[in-house]
């Protein structure tokens, strides 16, 4: 075993978390939140130019029996958990400078959380362990429960029990199916649970309560309602966190347990992610279409962006596998970025009604330019990474189905409705408010934020292969071990997996 | 001659305990309620003797089978000397500000742990019988102790009441299987033939001992008696009594009727999914603390009659370990609730009242959230794994729907923890807290908050390992 990096990278926000809260002042807290943030993010691009893309086993190892005999402290990640890694220590620096003036309040404690939820987020990613995994898992709900009660907007302690109770409803049946997969395999090594073959019949049910707790956290139709709660009533930053990495959780899950250890469990219900998928697409872009709060509609936008990957990950394909996980790569950072943006304009006027704004384009020039670039890539513009992933998703759906293929497809038209609508009233037409007239355009530490942002945007866009060459082997390993499963999906799909509503 | 003496080494922590007792008892009648504070500490001596005897002991069965001491009643013995030690000590600044400063309150608890210990080590009805009494009849002194005040003579009384009629209840049952089975020797009754005398007799017996675990439906006297006792007395209850009742429900279902698992998991099985469900529902709507601890308890005797039913040496590693941590967690709540008082000084119990704490008293709101979130099961907190370990026995034991609505449950309770931690964190501050008047209560509350902590997951391991030996000794 060499360096632990994993563990530095997982235990060194801790470190910063406990050192701000002793140390006490907020601009002490603020910069040694950013210093800890950005040398993860270094660690972060280490890691991956260290990392080695042609084979699927997990890489930096690290296994500490630590807390024997329930679990052991085993690290590795390969390169699915490599891509997210580097999104959650990309976005955390940005939400550390997007929260500088517009977090006042008890400071300190705010960076801490913050710092807290990079240490669960990151150790959820880096487990080898089955119930490392759920500690890291579960543990997330703690600081984001209190980042959205303590600096969350009017409704703040109803949106933040609901996504308390909704979140642990989901993963304490997960909790059972984990328990009942050790006790028949007798071990918490993932590695060695993803070779293990459960029988048919047992991962129908195991299956179903992975996906209780995944489909919370994703989140899909119907179990989708506390999301558009939490993100309107979050911070700023926070909803970044919860849009960019919270909502991947979900889908690394699928990706992690559902997809290689329960294969057939997966082919026997992929139908219905299907038909959850297409509802969701259309039904939420519906619901986005007729919001008047900015953030509401983009976390309505944001399920419609999952139901793409869930469908991309079932479809048992590698341009649908390699899809999804683009699409939550691209998902993160874009609508993490849009997020950005309302939180520019929330700080200058204190609200996020669309009708209080328009004609921004006259004050705010460069806003414009950005939030064009953000939205366009939300809507799948070539060029911008939406485009890479939402092709990859619908390639790989038509391939298995066509009646899915067509049903993704009217989401993208129903995307690119609710973006241009909610771009054309916020920033064109004319300038009516006499409030949002005196706004001022991007400061430069805004700017820079934004351009950090757009950076990945484009490049994902045009050169997507930087970012899925660690994809490639870990998904092939994927699909060889559903392979056999995969047999019995053709033959279910076409006949039931209709746009069913 | 020789087998008394083998027997009084078998017994010894007892011994220190009943010596230990009297010895106090003379030197508080002599030297009057001034001497409260070195008696106190005098107590906890004798506690630390009384444990250490316990740990070196001799294992074995003493006076013709009344009495076994084995790795369960040591485990179990550490668990209660510790909580009645902490138990006397918190007590302390409450005391002296309530004038209610007199020297029998640590007297009395070593009294207690006495018929505590006693309890645990139980080898026959008889015994467990005359432990149980002790341990009972001291409590209900203690819950009246504050006599000055209605409510403290209120739920002494009502304690008194409910628990003489468990008591008889139970010796009823007792006296049923002794005509039924000739004998009231748990070795000898665990090879008894099963009949339908013996079966009513379990059932007396086991709603006799549920009431002392306040398991529901015996769970009525809880709320009111927390409420209205003091609270370190409060504290005292819901830590010491709870894990001794257990340990001896745990010898008598496994030791004296491991014959009847089947019948007695039935029983078991309800009681867990009644206490879990309804302690859950229970403090929704609770608005005083102590009401909420009460129902958190029922609650959390339901978790570990989860292990119980399981009645595996896994499930049985449950209980112990459950009761090893909610002994931390309970004991570390109360220590905040007596922290709660008001500029004058009185002490304060309303949920409300908890208002912005985390902006008056940083370190005290923090303490109590980690309770709370460790109470409420949510890992990396060390109270998930005791809820961990017996959901393992139950799934090892193909309880499948136990576990299920264990889980809902212990979702449902999260609701009410959170409501305590709302107060303290999303509220806007009201009346500040008088300040912290005990160094020793304030580290006390240090310690239990760095035991449940994620530091606390080290403990796992040596815990769990110790739990398992002590539930090896029983099958």
Known sequence: ?501 | MNQTFASIQIAAPELVLTVGALFTLMLGVFRGDRSLVPLTWVCVLIFAIAGFAAVTGVPGLAFGGLYIADGFSVFLKVLILGAAAVSAVLALPYLATTETGRFEYPVLLVLSALGMCMMVSAHDMLSLYIGLELQSLAAYVLAAFHRNEAKSSEAGLKYFILGALASGILLYGISLVYGFAGTTDFAVLGDATRSTGIMFGLVFILAGLMFKVSAVPFHMWTPDVYEGAPTPVAAFFAAAPKAAAMGLLVRVCVEAFGGMTFDWRQIVTFVAIASMLLGAAGAIGQTNIKRLLAYSSIANVGFALIGLAAGTIAGITGVLFYMAVYLVMTLGSFLCVLQMRDADGRPVETLASLAGLSRSRKGLAAALAVFMFSLAGIPPLLGFWPKFAVFTAAIEAELYLLAVVGVVASVIGAYYYLRVIKAMYFDEPGPAFAASNSAVNAALIGIAALVCSPLGMLAIGPLAGAARDAATALF
């Not at chain 1, 048992?316 to 939550?328: A, D, K």
């Not at chain 1, 806003?367 to 992933?389: D, E, N």
């Open chain 1, 1 to 501: 075993m060499g360096f632990p990096v994993l563990s530095v990278l997982i235990l060194l926000p801790l470190a910063g978390a406990a050192w701000i809260l002793f140390s006490g002042s907020a601009e002490n807290a603020r910069w040694t939140a950013l210093i800890v943030t950005l040398v993860e993010l270094a660690i972060g691009i280490a890691l991956w130019l260290g990392f080695d893309n042609s084979t699927a086993a997990f890489q930096y190892v690290e296994n500490l029996p630590l807390f024997a005999p329930y679990f052991s402290w085993h690290l590795g990640i390969d390169g699915i958990a490599l891509m997210l890694i580097v999104l959650s220590v990309f976005l955390m620096p940005l939400c550390i400078l997007a929260s500088w003036t517009s977090i006042q309040k008890r400071v300190p404690e705010y960076m801490a959380a913050f710092l807290l939820m990079e240490t669960l987020m990151l150790g959820v990613f880096a487990s080898l362990d089955l119930f490392l995994f759920y500690v890291f898992f579960e543990g997330g709900l703690i600081p984001m429960y209190l980042i959205i009660g303590i600096w969350g907007g009017a409704r703040r302690i109803y949106a933040s029990y609901k996504f308390f109770l909704y979140t642990l409803l989901g993963s304490v049946l997960m909790l059972l199916a984990m328990l009942y997969m050790v006790g028949v395999a007798g071990t918490t090594d993932i590695r060695a649970l993803l070779t293990y073959d459960f029988d048919p019949a047992a991962q129908t049910w195991l299956w179903l309560a992975f996906f209780a707790s995944f489909a919370v956290k994703m989140p899909m139709w119907p179990v989708h309602t506390w999301l558009p709660d939490a993100h309107v009533e979050a911070p700023t930053a926070g909803s970044v966190i919860l849009a960019g990495v919270l909502l991947k959780l979900g889908g690394y899950g699928f990706v992690r347990f559902s997809l290689p250890m329960f294969p057939e469990g997966s082919a026997q219900f992929a139908p219905l992610i299907f038909t959850l998928s297409v509802v969701a697409v259309i039904y939420t872009s519906l619901v986005a279409l007729v919001q008047t709060d900015m953030k509401k509609l983009i976390a309505y936008s944001s399920v419609a962006h999952m139901a793409f990957v869930t469908a991309g990950l079932f479809v048992f394909n590698t341009q649908g596998v390699e899809g999804g996980i683009v699409m939550m790569l691209s998902h993160g950072v874009i609508s993490g970025a849009l997020f950005l943006c309302v939180g520019v304009v929330y700080d200058r006027l204190h609200t996020r009604e669309i009708a209080r704004y328009g004609g921004l384009a006259d004050n705010m020039p460069r806003y414009a330019l950005f939030f064009l670039l953000f939205t366009m890539a939300s809507v799948g513009l070539p060029a911008t990474a939406g485009f890479v992933a939402e092709f990859l998703v619908l390639t790989g759906s038509y391939r298995t189905s066509a009646w899915l293929g067509a049903g993704m497809t009217m989401g993208i038209i129903l995307g690119a409705a609710y973006m241009l609508w909610l771009y054309r009233r916020v920033i064109y037409g004319k300038l009516v408010h006499a409030d949002a007239a005196a706004m001022p355009d991007l400061s430069m530490r805004e700017a820079g934020i934004l351009l950090a942002a757009a950076v990945p945007v484009l490049w994902m866009g045009i050169y997507p292969e930087s970012f899925m060459k660690p994809l490639h082997a870990p998904v092939a390993s994927i699909l060889a071990r559903v392979e056999r499963a995969a047999l019995l999906l053709p033959a279910v799909v076409p006949a039931r997996a209709g746009p069913a509503r």
